[in-house]
């Protein structure tokens, strides 16, 4: 079983920051690209970042500059750093990672259960 647990969303006034993160466990042979979404009330999920293996970095548009994907591959954790958050920021932030659980098997994508992020204004 493979397993991806978020932490560290939460309440925070605009302008502020918070870095949430996710944990992936069980049974992994590889981790291949990881990234973050956030579901906003009555929206679609959507991106707001990617990190592949090798460290390339891929964002949605309005987060570039503000918010920093990051990821320790060691730890099979990968970090969302988000800096003056603005209200439209809320949401639900969901992390996911494309796992190879055997050298045999092929990579599939496993999602979190999600964490809230708040920003009022």
């Known amino acids: 079983q493979v397993q991806l647990v978020e932490s560290g969303g939460g309440l925070v006034q605009a302008g502020g920051s918070l870095r949430p993160s996710c944990a992936a466990s069980?049974?992994?042979?590889?981790?291949?690209?990881m990234g973050w979404y956030r579901q906003a009330p009555g929206k679609q999920r959507e991106l707001v970042a990617s990190i592949m293996s090798d460290g390339t970095t891929n964002y949605a548009y309005s987060e570039k500059g503000r918010f920093t994907i990051s990821r320790d591959s060691a730890k099979n954790t990968v970090y969302l750093q988000m800096n003056s958050l603005k209200p439209e920021d809320t949401g639900v932030y969901y992390c996911n990672a494309a796992i190879k659980r055997t050298i045999y098997s092929s990579h599939f994508t496993y999602w979190g259960q999600g964490t809230q992020v708040t920003v009022s204004s």
């Open positions: 069980g049974s992994i042979f590889s981790i291949n690209d």
